[in-house]
């Protein structure tokens, strides 16, 4: 039996817990004014498109725009890089996908670039100039009847310079011509077309491991879109396989397997070959820093550093779609994203490091007579600051109201709801850059700093400035439906400029189109999406759209040089305004020691540099000869 002095003491007890409780959580709401959006700090010293890096040829490379160049260059609003990396030279169609992959890829990597339409364009062009360090080949423009064009080819190989064939010959050309088989390292061609079962991509190549995109089980066939049907090339001596299919044949020989991306090495240089579409858009980016990283003792070049999960009409405010939602769900939409969805979502932010982004839906439909709720509104953006969550506005519009009423109506509900906030980011989905630019005029996107935009396929160019003060980021995927072309999309993203942006479009669970729209299906995806490039990409910071914007106008603005002594790499940057990252690929070395920044290790032979000052030096540890040896002249 409790005593009555023990009572008393208990109750003391309870009240005092109690109003502790009450008065943290009283000065919590105070000190924090959950209707001022924290992202949306000044930016007037953020790099704009003015400080971007543009290589010198493509600065200077339309007689038209010269003038304007010149002046800004004089008004110090346009550098030109200087850079010591020797030339990259395209062969193709300049306005083809391919070597506009190319072009943006020099533009990243912060190189220089010269594309010609033939090999006898670029000879007479550049006859007796300076070897570049490599040259991008579109298979189509070199005339394969010509043997001098096929000897001009191998002599650049001689010379030192790296071949990339970004596709192949048609195959009755390889068959018929030694000389081209021996350039590409094929011995023999086994079959002119051949339907694999799965691809196999190698470790160490593309950032994030090794990966078979074959679906083994029966529920694994859905993510099946890689490409399964080309050429059987057996190769010959000298040549290194970077990814293969996988024939359903189980008694065929490993080393027979059909081959996608090798490397032929001539001693002073190597001549790669992909077979197959795959040097489009952002996969194009992936391989070609990859290969290059192949090529030299180290690698190094910028990176975004950011991981984002951007949750499109997420969350909606208004109780909209309610028949539907209740034959699924037996609850309204608010309810079903606030007591099903976010709490399943909230358990990612546990485990992985993505940023998390809402661009909220204040109404889907706004047509009918549901109106978004104040209370909702507030709700989430009290509970979306306290874990660091960004909240944007989305272009969500089922209802197919023009996009300057919807968010005119969007404005007005905020101003009563929420006064003066200030959103950094909006989603638009897959509108036009032009309808962007017009939306942007709109009040309630005045202080949008970045948009966010479905990514278009074989678009390489998937950050950018989409106006003088705001960025482009695109997403690279959506998140709840994955498929393998989807996730070899974003390795190569992670790999050419540690970036990765995936969308969920949470329309879909508000409005879906058949029970597969469920929640309780696409969370299926969600998870496989989270838990396929969480662990993968981990060393990468998780950023919201806003601080990813941050991240993308210091990357655009960099100019860097690198050097190296014994063990000692010196870097040397320009123009990124606050600290800037680096992706080093080493071969059998490891970071011991970084001077004026720090590292992360990422995988094997791959390491994250921050750069926190102007300079910054990188000691490594000596390197184990007896696995690693460099072709001659392959070191910088």
Request: aromatic share 12%.
């Amino acid at each position: 039996m409790v005593s009555r002095r023990n009572y008393f003491t208990i109750m003391i007890l309870m009240v005092v817990v109690f109003f502790l409780c009450m008065t943290f959580n009283t000065l919590k709401d105070t000190w924090n004014d959950y209707e001022v959006n924290p992202y949306s700090e000044t930016a007037e010293n953020y790099p704009s498109k003015v400080n971007i890096y543009i290589p010198e040829s493509i600065r200077l490379g339309k007689a038209a725009g010269r003038k304007a160049e010149v002046k800004a260059a004089e008004d110090g609003e346009v550098r030109i890089g200087a850079v010591t990396r020797r030339r990259v030279i395209g062969i193709g169609d300049t306005k083809g996908t391919l070597m506009q992959t190319a072009a943006q890829w020099v533009i990243y990597s912060k190189r220089d670039i010269g594309i010609y339409e033939s090999l006898a364009a670029y000879q007479k062009k550049e006859k007796g100039g300076e070897q570049p360090e490599l040259l991008l080949i579109d298979s189509e423009s070199v005339n394969w009847k010509k043997a001098g064009e096929v000897k001009f080819l191998r002599d650049c190989v001689d010379q030192g310079t790296h071949l990339i064939f970004c596709n192949l010959p048609d195959v009755s050309v390889i068959r018929k011509n030694r000389e081209v088989r021996e350039l590409l390292g094929i011995r023999e061609v086994r079959e002119d077309e051949y339907t694999v079962d799965g691809i196999h991509l190698y470790a160490g190549f593309l950032l994030g491991g090794e990966t078979y995109y074959q679906a083994v089980e029966e529920e694994d066939k859905g993510y099946q879109d890689m490409e399964l049907r080309f050429p059987w090339y057996q190769l010959a001596s000298g040549t290194k396989v970077y990814m293969k299919g996988i024939p359903e044949d189980e008694s065929i020989d490993t080393e027979d397997y059909p081959v996608v991306i090798w490397r032929k090495s001539f001693g002073s240089a190597y001549v790669f070959a992909v077979n197959g579409g795959y040097m489009e858009g952002v996969t194009g980016l992936g391989l070609l820093s990859a290969m290059s990283a192949e090529i030299y003792s180290y690698e190094i070049y910028p990176a975004v550093n950011a991981q984002s999960m951007v949750f499109e009409g997420f969350p909606g405010l208004a109780d909209e779609n309610r028949k539907k939602m209740d034959e699924l769900y037996s609850r309204s939409v608010k309810q079903v994203f606030q007591e099903i969805v976010w709490p399943y979502v909230g358990m990612s932010l546990q485990d992985y490091p993505h940023g998390i982004t809402c661009m909220m839906a204040p109404q889907y439909d706004y047509r009918d007579k549901n109106e978004p709720d104040e209370e909702q509104l507030r709700y989430y953006l009290k509970m979306f600051h306290e874990q660091a969550v960004e909240t944007g506005l989305s272009a969500a519009n089922v209802s197919e109201l023009a996009m300057s009423e919807k968010l005119a109506l969007d404005q007005a509900f905020m101003q009563e709801a929420a006064g003066a906030y200030d959103f950094t980011s909006f989603y638009a989905g897959g509108m036009t850059e032009k309808e962007m630019e017009e939306a942007l005029r709109m009040r309630i996107l005045g202080s949008v700093m970045t948009v966010v935009a479905d990514y278009e396929e074989e678009d390489a160019e998937v950050i950018k400035f989409l106006t003088e003060d705001v960025t482009k980021q695109s997403t690279l995927g959506e998140g709840l439906a994955y498929t393998y072309k989807g996730d070899l999309l974003m390795k190569s993203a992670a790999t050419a400029l540690g970036y990765s942006n995936i969308s969920f479009d949470m329309t879909r669970v508000a409005y879906p189109d058949s029970l597969e729209d469920s929640w309780e299906n696409l969370s299926r995806d969600y998870a496989k999406t989270v838990d396929s490039f969480g662990p993968a990409f981990d060393g990468f910071d998780g950023t919201t759209a806003a601080e990813c914007d941050v991240r993308i106008r210091r990357f655009l603005a960099l100019d860097y040089t690198d050097s190296r002594t014994g063990s000692v790499i010196r870097l040397e940057t320009e123009g990124g305004g606050g600290p800037v990252w680096f992706i080093l690929r080493t071969h059998n070395e490891s970071v011991e020691s970084v001077e004026g920044g720090s590292f992360k290790k990422l995988e094997d032979g791959a390491y994250l540099i921050e750069v926190e000052d102007r300079e910054a030096v990188i000691r490594m540890e000596p390197a184990d000869e007896r696995y690693y040896v460099m072709p001659p002249g392959a070191a910088r």
